[in-house]
């Protein structure tokens, strides 16, 4: 069935470094990607998202990278600061399925 | 962004009881709605997907009679846990689509965390 992969599974940088975070997706036929952040017992919120004809996309500190033929995506997050520290999910959206796929989490400490 | 509510915020219940779990979609139509189950440091794990009008879909493994949805109008689905065991007890999230983003975007609830004594 289809299935996301996350790694890494904890991340820790200093703050001010930069971060990033990796998800492989098995189903071609995935075409939307959106990032969660989530802190503790709340909700996740979105924070970046690409669609499966684009390549890049960036917003501010945050930026995702696509790769279609490797089926991989990447959350790049610059100049981190410790209200970055949460835990990220990716996700797939599999359109013949009309659900999103989550990858398992990478749990942010950005160290003061 | 859109507004999900979930309501309760958080239940405290005794094994062998049922507990109804509200999601409504505030300031948009949700065709579509989506229960989650969150274990602590784990992922979203998608229960089940209801669209409005329709019997739910359940994804495998999740028991459509121990976990009853409805989603009998546009703004608002219920979870029912029946007969709520400890190993039920979880963080629930719903989420909607509907007419408000594309239709892949999913707003999401703030959740319910279920402690089953």
């Known amino acids: 069935g289809e299935n996301v992969e996350q790694h890494p599974s904890t991340l820790s940088v200093q703050e001010g470094d930069s971060a990033v975070i990796k998800c492989t997706y098995s189903d071609s036929a995935s075409n939307y990607f959106p990032w969660y952040k989530q802190e503790l017992g709340k909700r996740p919120q979105l924070i970046i998202d690409i669609r499966s004809n684009v390549g890049e996309k960036k917003d501010q500190r945050i930026a995702v990278t696509l790769n279609k033929t490797a089926k991989h995506f990447s959350l790049h997050i610059t100049e981190t600061q410790p209200e970055d520290s949460a835990v990220y999910f990716c996700?797939?959206?599999?359109?013949?399925?009309?659900?999103?796929?989550f990858g398992t989490g990478t749990r942010l400490k950005v160290l003061a | 962004g859109a507004v999900v509510s979930q309501h309760p915020s958080r239940v405290i219940c005794k094994s062998g009881t049922s507990v109804k779990i509200e999601c409504r979609s505030l300031d948009f139509q949700a065709t579509t709605m989506f229960w989650y189950r969150q274990f602590p440091k784990q992922s979203l794990m998608l229960m089940a997907t209801?669209?409005?009008?329709?019997?739910?879909?359940?994804e495998q493994g999740v028991e459509k009679d121990k976990f009853l949805i409805n989603h009998a109008s546009l703004t608002l689905s219920t979870l029912t846990v029946t007969s709520a065991h400890p190993e039920d007890s979880s963080f629930y999230i719903c989420?909607?689509?509907?007419?408000?983003?594309?239709?892949?975007?999913?707003?999401f609830g703030p959740g319910t965390r279920l402690l089953v004594l």
């Open positions: 996700a797939g959206w599999v359109g013949g399925t009309y659900k999103y796929i």
């Open positions: 989420s909607a689509s509907g007419n408000r983003g594309s239709r892949e975007t999913q707003y």
């Open positions: 209801s669209n409005e009008g329709s019997k739910a879909t359940y």
